[in-house]
């Protein structure tokens, strides 16, 4: 993985925070939303507008889950990233091996 100085995908931890961040401003968009529905909804003749408050508030719920998936995606990632290359480092190092796993398999 190539890091680059300033790039927000450099890495999975940065784009990780980077989707956090972007999760976060997307639920405080949802609450402000939500607010203009409840408040339009109280003046009947604005059907129109609560409508279109209702599809845009319908699109925000869709993109927090969606960036509540990628969230968790990423966080996979980093984490089967983490084991690889533990892996790796104990099959070239064998002297790196946790002991409780030599124990095991020296008791097969």
């Known amino acids: 993985m190539n890091s680059q100085t300033g790039d927000p995908f450099g890495t999975l931890e940065s784009a990780h925070d980077f989707v956090t961040l972007l999760a976060t401003a997307v639920a405080q968009a949802k609450v402000e939303v939500q607010m203009d529905v409840d408040r339009e909804s109280a003046t009947p003749d604005l059907s129109r507008r609560v409508d279109a ?9 869709k993109l927090e889950v969606h960036l509540n998936k990628s969230s968790r995606i990423l966080n996979d990632l980093r984490t089967l990233r983490r084991l690889l290359f533990e892996e790796r480092s104990a099959s070239t190092h064998p002297e790196l091996r946790p002991v409780a796993n030599t124990k095991k398999q020296a008791a097969a």
Request: glycine share 0%.
């Open 53 to 61: 408050l209702r599809i845009a508030l319908y699109n925000v719920e």
